[in-house]
């Protein structure tokens, strides 16, 4: 039942959040300039993030990577009333098809998504498996994330928020990361650890962004 019909809630209910709320965009220049020149890149945003992620790629090709988990069936059936699709594997269960998968997309002009710390965390840690999609593919990995003011946070393992209605959110790019084909082993935790610092400013930032005297 809950998959049957989760799925048109989950859609709605983001729908009905996007309508009353105001939301912003913090340096969309930073990706747009690369689409507009016909480019894709890899998305990457904390799995606690993930609800109203899908708003921001506007109708554009994209492939989310979404956990084998049970409850990952919930998300990929939710995502798909975006029109975005779907590819199943994650860095505990499927990992190598995840890879593949995310790889094949981006050769084929998808942009992917990817939410690094998932499908079980540990919470806000990049696990290895976006870098080596970065260096197998030649595509930059774009740092994102939103967040709210009001907003509720669960008290799941990823914090998860969801943004109160008539609510003020934004969404924020950090600096692109690219990882070179020759990369080795320690060259890749490096980036890792580039990417979970930068996802964490990003967050930060966002966390506080309607403050006043921001």
């Known amino acids: ?16 959040l996007q309508w009353t709320m105001n939301i912003e965009e913090v340096n969309g220049e930073r990706i747009r300039g690369l689409w507009e020149r016909g480019e894709n890149a890899i998305g990457v ?11 921001v790629y506007g109708g554009r090709g994209l492939r989310i990577l979404i956990s084998r988990h049970r409850d990952g069936e919930l998300t990929s059936r939710t995502v798909r009333y975006f ?4 590819i199943r594997g994650s860095s505990t269960r499927g990992g190598i098809a995840g890879i593949k998968g995310l790889v094949r997309s981006l050769q084929k002009g998808y942009d992917v998504a990817i939410a690094p710390d998932g499908p079980r965390g540990p919470r806000c840690k990049v696990q290895p498996g976006v870098i080596h999609v970065a260096k197998l593919s030649g595509r930059p990995i774009f740092p994102l994330t939103f967040s709210a003011t009001p907003r509720k946070v669960l ?5 998860f928020i969801i ?6 959110g934004v969404f924020v790019w950090g600096e692109p990361i690219w990882v070179d084909h020759a990369e080795d082993e320690k060259g890749m935790a490096h980036k890792a650890l580039l990417l979970e610092k930068r996802l964490q400013e990003v967050t930060e930032r966002a966390d506080h962004y309607f403050e006043k005297g921001r």
Do not use: C, N, Y
């Not at 049957?4 to 729908?15: Q, S, T, W």
């Not at 945003?45 to 708003?55: A, C, K, S, Y």
């Not at 008290?155 to 914090?159: A, E, L, N, V």
């Open 45 to 55: 945003f904390w799995h606690g993030r993930l609800l109203m992620t899908p708003l």
């Open 163 to 168: 943004p109160l209605p008539f609510s003020r």
């Open 83 to 86: 029109g975005l699709g779907t």
């Open 155 to 159: 008290h799941t393992w990823d914090r």
């Open 1 to 16: 039942m809950m998959l049957r019909l989760g799925p048109g809630v989950a859609f709605f209910l983001i729908k009905f």
